[in-house]
């Protein structure tokens, strides 16, 4: 029991660390991308290589897959942020095809649609990380980290400048704001501490492949994100623990054929998403944003 709840909880640190990255571009900036997922594979994967071909170091993995995501999501971000609102969408959902398509045919590196097995355990100072109590620790560190750099960046005036554009980009822009490179470096900073989330992942499981990166992936996050509170802070992490732990609960309902989970997961998340549109469009916690309106 104590081994799954543990699971549960890496699980959900991981989860939430991606919805509190995706919540910086789409609640803050008024950017819904749907390819956040991608952004999640290429930390998965670039933290996999570098620990299976050159080093295991935790910090040296981490930080290339930060790097590689950061440049990455910068080189398509340019042209996709030339278009605004369900444009960008459209756009951000070509690229979750494209990445999806890489990951299943880039064997070389990301092994196809097998995946990456054997990823050997990451170390820190020497130590190597094998048990679920240290992967736990990890897990709550990087969520911690990523937090926190996402809040004192936010409460700067890279944040105001974010906040300045999802209320108005054409006054924004008026007002003497850089908004193609706001958004760009918005972009970055998100994808870059997604693959934070990634690298804790590839590790955790000692295996990755496609299937967790898929566009439901992208979907789920951005419904973590909504249900919680878009423009909050610890909105997503409310989305992200209420989404992971529903599954958890409905398979202990004794009535629920196992074959039909998925099925019935699909329709409370359905649910709950009309419920609170009609509601509560701000979320669970939207009445405290942020540097905004109550």
Known sequence: MLAYL????????????????????????????????????????????????????????VAGAVLLSGVLSMVLALPALRVRGEYFVAASLGLQVIGVTVF???????GGLGGLVGIPPPTLFGHALTTPGE?????????????AITTALLRGSFGRSLMAIRDSESAAQAAGKWVAAIK??????????AAVAGAIYAFYMSFVNVEGFMLETSILLMAMVIIGGTGTVFGPIIGAALLMLLPAALTYLPFLPPSELGTVQQIVYGTIMVLLMMYRPGGLVGGRRMGGKA
């Open 184 to 193: 760009t470096l918005s972009v970055a900073v998100s994808a870059g501490l």
């Open 135 to 147: 992967f736990l620790a990890l897990a709550i560190a990087g969520l911690a980290a990523v937090l």
């Open 6 to 61: 543990q699971n549960i909880a890496v699980l959900f640190c991981v989860n939430a660390m991606l919805a509190v990255t995706l919540n910086f571009i789409m609640g803050y900036a008024g950017i819904f991308s749907l390819a956040h997922a991608i952004f999640f594979g290429v930390g998965a994967y670039t933290a996999a290589n570098i620990a299976m071909h050159f080093s295991d170091s935790l910090l040296l993995c």
């Open 104 to 110: 299943s045919e880039w064997k070389g590196v990301t």
